[in-house]
T-cell receptor, first 116, second 109 residues
């Protein structure tokens, strides 16, 4: 079974530009999550999408946004890039279900964004 | 106070040793608990979920104490391949995972 995939692997942008990161969840998973891992820091929750809707959002400014498509893949958009946005952006997916134990999140390899 | 606190280590242990990691969390409404493993410059991978009754998976044993808001991971008979950063993770409402900063384990021959 294919895991979570992300593209691109690396992305280099300059301050003020926009970045678009993409994620495809594990087949059958409907929830997609985005996390930021800045150098030397722990993973920080960014966004949760499920069934095309934004369900939860972390403490990030509005220039971090995204969407989920009908095939459950997702995009993360970061506008007006700042130097401190340089980080590894990880996408995770989980399967639908009401039981707590079914919602384990599985991570993709990440996109490393560098802002110059 | 951080939502999830871990000793950053590093823990340097010889092969075959038993090592224990601890973690505390601050939100009593935390719903579920996990240990993830992250190798250098790689994505986190689920090691095991943690249940109140305690659970074991081969050489790995996890414990949860909800009253003390404390989670532990015990690794027996350490292997070189166990070297990694171990992340303590709690799930809050809205499916938000909160990660500890991680504990570095280095197993040496």
């Amino acid at each position: 079974e294919a895991g979570v995939t992300q593209s691109p692997t690396h992305l280099i942008k300059t301050r003020g530009q926009q970045a678009t990161l993409r994620c495809s969840p594990i087949s059958g998973h409907t929830s997609v999550y985005w996390y930021q891992q800045a150098l030397g820091l722990g993973l920080q929750f960014l966004l949760w999408y499920d069934e095309g809707e934004e369900r939860n959002r972390g403490n990030f400014p509005p220039r971090f946004s995204g969407r989920q498509f009908p095939n459950y893949s997702s995009e993360l958009n970061v506008n007006a890039l700042e130097l401190e946005d340089s980080a590894l952006y990880l996408c995770a997916s989980s399967s639908p279900g009401l039981a707590v134990r079914t919602d384990t999140q599985y991570f993709g390899p990440g996109t490393r964004l560098t802002v110059l | 106070r951080k939502e999830v606190e871990q000793d950053p280590g590093p823990f340097n242990v010889p092969e075959g040793a038993t090592v224990a990691f601890n973690c505390t969390y601050s939100n009593s409404a935390s719903q579920s608990f996990f240990w993830y493993r992250q190798d250098c410059r790689k994505e986190p991978k689920l090691l095991m979920s943690v249940y109140s009754s305690g659970n074991e998976d081969g050489r790995f044993t996890a414990q949860l104490n909800r009253a003390s808001q404390y989670i532990s991971l015990l690794i027996r008979d350490s292997k070189l391949s166990d070297s990694a950063t171990y992340l303590c993770v709690v799930k809050l409402g809205g499916n938000k995972l909160v990660f500890g900063a991680g504990t570095i384990l280095r197993v040496k021959s």
